[in-house]
C-alpha cells in the first residue's frame, strides 16, 4: 500500500512537470527553445561529472566570482536600466513611505481596504523604510537594497543548502550559480521590484531545509533552528498566506511516517512539524498586531471575500487569471456580506458551465500558465524609465532574446526535475531519504493544485516552485548521472550536434525568418495608484501650467499621457531640439483616458505640457512619492505641487522584429 501510494503521488508530479517543460517549448511554439532545454539538460548530464572532479578551491573560487560578477551585472542594470514599477508594489511602497513618515492615513486609497492582506505588508516595510530614512537612504535605494539581499540571499541559500545536501558536489555549485547568472529573471523582476516573492523563496527554502535535516542536528543547534523555523514561517504566512500550503503538506507526510516509519516520527519528525504549527499559529495574533500598530481599519464596502479569487478561478474567458470585470462586478453590490451572498450562487451557476471535459481543459490551462516562464522578467514593470540609445533601437529583438534564454532555463530547470523524479518512480526504495522526496513533492503538488483546481493563477505564483524543482533534482543527482541510459560518447555527440544545429536554427531564424510589426514600450513613467482604487487627481488652476522633461533614444511612434475622464486641459508634445511642439488630442479607451499623439516623431529631448485654458479648475493625473524618484525629471508646475511627481506617461516605438 505504502509503495502504491508513493508510485501516485510521483506520477502525479511527473504529469506535472511534463505540463511545465511543455508549456516551456509550446506556449507559443519555438523549436529555438526545444533545441535549446535538449542541449542545456544533454549538457548538464555531460559535463557534470567532468565538474564534479574540480577541486574544493577552484569550485569556490568559481563560484564566488560568477556570483560577483552577476551581483555586478544586476547593479549595473539597475543603475542604466531602471522600470517603472506599477500596480500592486507601488501602492504598497507609496503607503510603507506615507506610514514611515507618521502619515498614518489609509484614505488615500481604497486599495487596502480591497486587499488587506497588503496592507501588512506595507507596515513591514514601513518599519525597514523609518530605519534607512535615519541612515540617510532613500526609499528607492531602500527597495532595491531589500530585493539584492533578498533574491541573491536565496541565492546564497541554496548553494549553502546544496553542498549539504549533495555531499559539496562542485557540479551542483557551478550549476546553480550559472544558472541564476543567465536566468534573465536575475536581472529584471527579482532586483526591480521588491515584493513578497523574494521574501517566500527565502523564507520556504529554509523552511523546507530545517524540517528535512532536523535530525542531523545536535541538541543546542535544533533549540537555534528551532526559533528560525518559528519567526520564518510568520514573516512567510504574513506577506503570503498561500505558505499555508506547507503547513497541510507536513501534517500529510507526519502522517505517513507515523504510519510507516514511527521511529524517524518521533525523532526527527514530530517537533518540526509542530513548531510549524506553533508558527502559523503566531501568525493570526501577528498579524492583527500589525495593522493595529498602523491604525489600520478594514473596510467592509471595498473588501472583496476570499471567494471572489475562487470565483475569477473559473473564468473560462480569462483561464482563470485575475478578472477585473469579475471585480468590477462584485464591487458593485453594497459591502462584504452581500458580495458573498452573490457569490454564493455565482460559484455554482460558474461550475454548472463547465462539462467534464470542459473542466479538464480549464485546470490544464490554468497549470500551464502557472508554469510558465515567459512574462516572468517584466512582471509588474510598466517599461524603462530611461535606458541607452542602443537599446531602445533594438528593443524588439533584445526582449525576445531574452524571452528565448528565459523559457530555455526554465524548461531545462523541469526536464532535469521530471527526469529525477522519473528515476525515483522507477526505483522507489522505503528508506529515509526516499521519504524525505515525499515531503517536497507535496509541497510542490500542494501549489500546483490550489492554483489550477481552486484559487486564480498567474504565472508569478509559480516562483514558489523553485527550490522543490532543485530539492527534486539533488534528491536522484548521483543515481541519474550513473545510470543514464546514454553512455558518455553518445551524449558528447549530442550536446556537440546539438550546439551546431541550435547555431545554424539561430542565424537562419535571425537572417530570413518574417519580421513582425509591434509597438514596443521604449520609454514609460506608469507607476500610480489608480482610479480604480479612487486615487485622488490633481488640480491644475485656472490658466495655470504643468510640464515634463524626458529623453527619447529612438524614434516614436505613439505617444500617451494618461488625464482624468472629464479633464478639460489642453496638452502639447514640444521637440525640445527642434523647438517644434504637436498637440495632443483626447482619446478615451476602456483602460482610461489619453491625451495621445500618433505621428512618427525623431529621438531627441521633449516636453510634455498640459495647460487649463478655462476658468475652471481642471483634474490631471500625477503622482508622487515623498522620497522615490519615479522619472529622470519631474513635473514643472506654475502652482504649487508635491516635490518629485511625475506624469503617468508612455512612448512607443514600431520596431520590425523576429520571434526566436
Known amino acids: 500500500m505504502a509503495k502504491f501510494l508513493q508510485k501516485i503521488i510521483l506520477g502525479i508530479t511527473v504529469l506535472v512537470l511534463s505540463v511545465g517543460l511543455i508549456t516551456s517549448i509550446v506556449a507559443p511554439f519555438s523549436l529555438l527553445t526545444l533545441i535549446g532545454i535538449i542541449l542545456v539538460v544533454i549538457g548538464w548530464l555531460y559535463f557534470s561529472p567532468k565538474l564534479n572532479h574540480l577541486e574544493p578551491h577552484k569550485t569556490k573560487l568559481i563560484v564566488f566570482v560568477i556570483f560577483i560578477l552577476m551581483i555586478l551585472g544586476q547593479i549595473m542594470v539597475l543603475k542604466y536600466l531602471p ?93 546553480i550559480i550559472t544558472f541564476f547568472a543567465v536566468l534573465p529573471l536575475s536581472y529584471n523582476y527579482m532586483i526591480k521590484v521588491f515584493y513578497t516573492d523574494s521574501i517566500v523563496l527565502l523564507c520556504l527554502t529554509w523552511i523546507v531545509y530545517i524540517v528535512l535535516d532536523w535530525g542531523k542536528h545536535n541538541k543546542k543547534r535544533r533549540y537555534f533552528n528551532g526559533v528560525w523555523l518559528v519567526c520564518l514561517t510568520i514573516l ?43 508558527g502559523f499559529g503566531v501568525s493570526v495574533p501577528a ?22 479569487w475562487i470565483y475569477m478561478g473559473l473564468n473560462q474567458h480569462k483561464h482563470g487569471i485575475y478578472a477585473g470585470d469579475d471585480v468590477h462586478g462584485l464591487l458593485k453590490l453594497k459591502d462584504k456580506e452581500e458580495r458573498q451572498q452573490a457569490l454564493n450562487h455565482k460559484i455554482p451557476e460558474r461550475l454548472q458551465t463547465y462539462t467534464f471535459i470542459g473542466w479538464i481543459e480549464h ?18 514593470t510598466g517599461g524603462h524609465v ?69 484559487w486564480e493563477t498567474e504565472a508569478r505564483y509559480g516562483l514558489v516552485l523553485i527550490p522543490m524543482l532543485f530539492y527534486i533534482i539533488w534528491h536522484n543527482y548521483e543515481y541519474l548521472n550513473s545510470s543514464i541510459s546514454l553512455r558518455k560518447p553518445r551524449l558528447r555527440k549530442i550536446f556537440w550536434w546539438g550546439l551546431s544545429m541550435f547555431i545554424v536554427v539561430l542565424g537562419v531564424t535571425i537572417m530570413f525568418a518574417p519580421r513582425k510589426n509591434e509597438n514596443i514600450i521604449t520609454i514609460a513613467q506608469r507607476s500610480q495608484l489608480s482610479q480604480q482604487y479612487h486615487a485622488k487627481p490633481t488640480k ?27 479633464s478639460q486641459v489642453t496638452g502639447h508634445l514640444i521637440n525640445l531640439d527642434e523647438q517644434k511642439s504637436y498637440k495632443l488630442k483626447l482619446v478615451s479607451t476602456s483602460k482610461g483616458t489619453f491625451m495621445t499623439n500618433q505621428h512618427p516623431l525623431a529621438a531627441g529631448y521633449y516636453k510634455m505640457e498640459l495647460r487649463n485654458k478655462t476658468n475652471q479648475v481642471q483634474q490631471v ?40
Not at 499555508?244 to 526527527?268: M, P, Q
Request: charged share 10%.
Open 83 to 175: 522600470s517603472s514599477v506599477y500596480h500592486d508594489p507601488f501602492r504598497v511602497y507609496y503607503q510603507a513611505e506615507q506610514l514611515a513618515l507618521n502619515h498614518q492615513s489609509w484614505a488615500g486609497t481604497s486599495y487596502f481596504w480591497r486587499y488587506p492582506n497588503n496592507a501588512v505588508i506595507a507596515v513591514l516595510l514601513s518599519w525597514v523604510l523609518k530605519i534607512t530614512h535615519l541612515l540617510g537612504i532613500s526609499t528607492q535605494l531602500t527597495m532595491y537594497g531589500l530585493s539584492l539581499i533578498c533574491f541573491d540571499g536565496f541565492i546564497a541559500s541554496m548553494l549553502y543548502i546544496a553542498r549539504k545536501k549533495v555531499n559539496n558536489s562542485p557540479a551542483i555549485q557551478v550549476g
Open 236 to 278: 512567510g504566512q504574513l506577506v503570503k498566506p498561500n505558505l499555508i500550503i506547507v503547513l497541510i503538506a507536513g501534517l500529510l507526510w507526519a502522517l505517513w511516517n507515523l504510519i510507516y516509519y514511527r521511529e524517524i516520527f518521533k525523532k526527527e519528525i514530530m517537533i518540526p512539524i509542530m513548531l510549524l504549527i506553533v
Open 287 to 308: 498579524k492583527q498586531v500589525i495593522l493595529n500598530s498602523a491604525n489600520y481599519h478594514q473596510n467592509a464596502k471595498y473588501e472583496l471575500p476570499t471567494t471572489s
Open 363 to 380: 485546470s490544464f490551462t490554468k497549470m500551464g500558465i502557472l508554469l510558465s516562464s515567459q512574462p516572468l522578467p517584466m512582471a509588474y
Open 386 to 454: 530611461e535606458a541607452p540609445n542602443w537599446y531602445q533601437k533594438h528593443q524588439a529583438n533584445l526582449s525576445q532574446f531574452i524571452v528565448l534564454v528565459q523559457r530555455m532555463l526554465w524548461g531545462s530547470l523541469y526536464g532535469l526535475a521530471l527526469l529525477s523524479t522519473i528515476q525515483s518512480f522507477k526505483n522507489i526504495k522505503f528508506e529515509r531519504h526516499g521519504d524525505q522526496l515525499g515531503f517536497v513533492n507535496l509541497i510542490l503538488l500542494g501549489y500546483v493544485a490550489l492554483h489550477t483546481l481552486i
Open 540 to 566: 491644475l488652476l485656472p490658466n495655470q501650467i504643468l510640464s515634463q522633461k524626458v529623453r527619447v533614444g529612438t524614434k516614436i511612434n505613439q505617444f500617451t499621457l494618461q488625464v482624468p475622464r472629464g
Open 621 to 660: 493625473w500625477s503622482v508622487a512619492l515623498l522620497d522615490y524618484r519615479l522619472a529622470p525629471y519631474n513635473v514643472r508646475s506654475t502652482q504649487k505641487l508635491p516635490a518629485g511627481s511625475s506624469f503617468i506617461y508612455t512612448f512607443y516605438d514600431h520596431q520590425r522584429g523576429v520571434h526566436l
